[in-house]
């Protein structure tokens, strides 16, 4: 039997509709698991940026004296932290949970083995030796950075880490009632300590900061966040 034309029409406008709402009921699945990703993500302390932030060239040196440039992180995934090698407790505690969270995702098959960074926000203090000591406490697979401190800024701020140092006469207003501008500090010796962020950076193989883990960094929310982060 021939159609008409409106029968014709009708089946091509039945044809599209279905069509349409297929889609954007692959839309709304989409959505919904963006949606329950990044609650999952806040749950685990971490905040993922959308449109991915390149990192534009810097320079500095590695716990060999290699240069460490922005190729450098082209190719894996990279955790990246600030501290100090004096700092007495949040620094090396951080260092801690990275160390056990690598050996956890080393053991794992099914994720990539992450390049962990150690960036000291402390040069005048922090010798390349001293920072070389210091990473491999953690693991010897570890990387170290150093270099001057206009270079570690222009990486610092990249990836949204500020640091200040501070003496002691400015110690002492801060115990008279005047807070510093950022809480997230560091108490060290030889009259003076270093303010600093101490969130975790996720750097993609494409050299892109794609995430901030907050603190405390704790291993197991670590190891949650990337596998989240990186299968996305």
Same mark, same amino acid.
């Given at each position: 039997?021939?159609?008409?034309?409106?029968?014709?029409?009708? /089946?091509?406008? &039945?044809?599209?509709? #279905?069509?349409?709402?297929?889609?954007? !009921?692959?839309?709304? +699945?989409?959505? *919904?698991?963006?949606?329950?990703?990044?609650?999952?993500?806040?749950?685990?302390?971490?905040?993922?940026?959308?449109?991915?932030?390149? /990192?534009?060239? &810097?320079?500095?040196? #590695?716990?060999?004296?290699?240069?460490? !440039?922005?190729?450098? +992180?082209?190719? *894996?995934?990279?955790?990246?932290?600030?501290?100090?090698?004096?700092?007495?407790?949040?620094?090396?505690?951080?260092?801690?949970?990275?160390?056990?969270?690598?050996?956890?995702?080393?053991?794992?098959?099914?994720?990539?083995?992450?390049?962990?960074?150690?960036?000291?926000?402390?040069?005048?203090?922090?010798?390349?030796?001293?920072?070389?000591?210091?990473?491999?406490?953690?693991?010897?697979?570890?990387?170290?950075?150093?270099?001057?401190?206009?270079?570690?800024?222009?990486?610092?701020?990249?990836?949204?880490?500020?640091?200040?140092?501070?003496?002691?006469?400015?110690?002492?207003?801060?115990?008279?009632?005047?807070?510093?501008?950022?809480?997230?500090?560091?108490?060290?010796?030889?009259?003076?300590?270093?303010?600093?962020?101490?969130?975790?950076?996720?750097?993609?193989?494409?050299?892109?900061?794609?995430?901030?883990?907050?603190?405390?960094?704790?291993?197991?929310?670590?190891?949650?966040?990337?596998?989240?982060?990186?299968?996305?």
């Amino acid at each position: 039997m021939q159609l008409s034309r409106n029968s014709k029409i009708s /089946l091509v406008a &039945f044809f599209v509709f #279905d069509l349409l709402l297929a889609f954007w !009921l692959i839309i709304l +699945f989409q959505a *919904r698991d963006e949606v329950e990703n990044i609650h999952s993500l806040n749950a685990l302390g971490a905040v993922e940026y959308p449109d991915p932030y390149r /990192l534009t060239p &810097f320079q500095l040196s #590695d716990q060999d004296g290699d240069p460490f !440039l922005v190729d450098n +992180f082209a190719g *894996r995934w990279s955790l990246v932290f600030f501290g100090f090698t004096s700092c007495p407790d949040v620094c090396p505690i951080t260092m801690s949970e990275l160390a056990q969270a690598y050996r956890i995702i080393t053991e794992m098959p099914d994720l990539p083995d992450p390049q962990v960074v150690f960036v000291s926000v402390d040069p005048e203090r922090d010798s390349m030796q001293a920072v070389k000591r210091y990473v491999e406490q953690f693991s010897t697979d570890f990387i170290g950075l150093s270099g001057s401190e206009s270079s570690i800024g222009t990486l610092a701020s990249q990836l949204f880490v500020a640091f200040s140092r501070v003496d002691h006469t400015d110690m002492d207003l801060e115990k008279a009632g005047h807070v510093s501008h950022i809480s997230e500090r560091g108490v060290i010796g030889d009259g003076y300590m270093i303010n600093h962020n101490i969130h975790v950076s996720l750097v993609n193989p494409e050299a892109e900061l794609v995430a901030l883990i907050r603190p405390p960094v704790r291993r197991e929310s670590l190891v949650q966040a990337y596998k989240l982060l990186i299968n996305e």
